[in-house]
């Protein structure tokens, strides 16, 4: 088992007790830790009590994704990734990928390229828009 100091809860925002509690960092000066107590009153606690009694700190890492991550490193009309890559590990960052989109957005993007909306009079020309941009009915189970 690896032993913690305080130190390392100063600068850790959850732990965890190998019993199971959880335990988070309240943002208040002092006691700085409150404790999950299945229910009883609140427990307070210091980071050295939370070493002592064999708590582990959680740790959390900041991200970015990787859209906003080409842009920072590639939008701004400098190329300077490699500086910024060593930035972001010197600080801990991980570089996430981004999210997948969901079916609303992804329909949203088809339908914001539409070029000229005068030209859809009809359900029939949408739907001939639709197909040629990959989009697919659902089909009927029978």
Do not use: C
Not at 49 to 60: H, L, S
Not at 76 to 89: S, T, V
């Amino acid at each position: 088992m690896t032993k913690y100091t305080a130190a390392d809860f100063a600068n850790a925002k959850f732990a965890e007790h190998p019993s199971g509690s959880k335990a988070m960092r309240s943002g208040y000066p002092l006691p700085p830790w409150l404790i999950d107590s299945s229910g009883a009153p609140f427990v307070w606690q210091e980071d050295q009590e939370m070493a002592d009694e064999g708590w582990v700190p959680v740790p959390t890492k900041p991200t970015i994704t990787e859209s906003r991550y080409r842009f920072m490193v590639e939008g701004m009309g400098f190329d300077f990734k490699a500086g910024f890559n060593d930035a972001l590990g010197e600080f801990g960052v991980e570089v996430i990928p981004d999210p997948e989109p969901t079916d609303e957005e992804l329909l949203a993007g088809i339908i914001r390229n539409i070029d000229d909306w005068q030209s859809i009079t009809s359900p029939e020309l949408l739907a001939k828009y639709l197909n040629t941009a990959g989009v697919t009915p659902p089909k009927e189970d029978k």
